[in-house]
């Protein structure tokens, strides 16, 4: 483990894919971080449009941000994993590239690692609503709640997490099998190797709300799918594939809206039915298209 007490450089990890206003928002963030020890680490994950350009753009303009490219496996922890083969970090802090944050925010979160002195740390996320649908506020209520996570599954999601470098010379990269739940996995092997873990209430990620309902069921199915695949590459933790876990995650059912809200609250039970639907769809998905 690293010596708490001192400030190391920090790699950031950004994966991005067809997204170049978003990555431009989250890198013009990372450059203004006043935390002066640090890489910016931004992963293409093999983008078909100007995205690469616009990295290419600031790494021109700001030498500790670089381009790295992964477009051989189309996948969020593959273009992660990429990043880590070529961070230089004690710490390494990953972001997405549609998040947001202030320029306190690796100064706090590194204050907060140390602190603690743990190996790995949950930010808090907020979800900022684009436009005001009852999707957008639906997610916007129950999208991140990382330090339940960190309490009931010991995990964090990788929109907001730093990890020590140690931590992944021991348990490994992520799975890049994985087209969802590969933070899940992996926090819940770096707590099985009894590192620590913690969660930084002050240290703010900003992420969009999925503000259309295409969206938000293409997570679900997505998150579905990720059900069932580490069901069948981890039997033993997740168990036997076909099966599919207890119904469970953040989405609410009204609850967290005004008792006085009435039609919010049916909208939010609708739509938690609806997502509960997408996560099945997308898990039988996988089961069959691979058994």
Known sequence: MSDPSRRSLVSLVVPVYNDPEGVADTLDSLVAQTHDDHEVLVVDN???????????????????????????????????????????????????????????????????????????????????????????????????????????????????????????????????RLVSGGDLEFGQRVAAAEYRQGYAPDAVVTHPARASLRSLAKKNVRVGRGFCQKQRYYPNRYGVPGVPPSPGGSEGDGSAVGPDDLPMRVAFLVLSVAMLACRGFGYYLEFFIDS
């Open 46 to 176: 093999g983008s078909t449009d100007d995205t690469r350009d616009v990295i290419c753009e600031y790494a021109a303009e700001y030498e500790h941000v670089t381009l790295l490219v992964e477009d051989e496996v189309q996948g969020s922890y593959a273009a992660r994993n990429e990043g880590l083969e070529h961070a230089s970090g004690d710490v390494i802090a990953f972001l997405d590239a549609d998040e947001t944050v202030e320029p306190d925010w690796l100064e706090t979160a590194i204050d907060a690692m140390q602190e603690r002195d743990v190996d790995y740390l949950g930010c808090a996320v907020e979800l900022a609503l684009p436009e005001d649908t009852p999707v957008g506020r639906y997610n916007a209520r129950t999208g991140f709640p990382v330090e339940r996570y960190l309490r009931e599954e010991n995990y964090a999601p990788t929109c907001a997490l730093l990890v020590r470098s140690a931590v992944f010379e021991d348990v490994g990269l992520f799975d890049s």
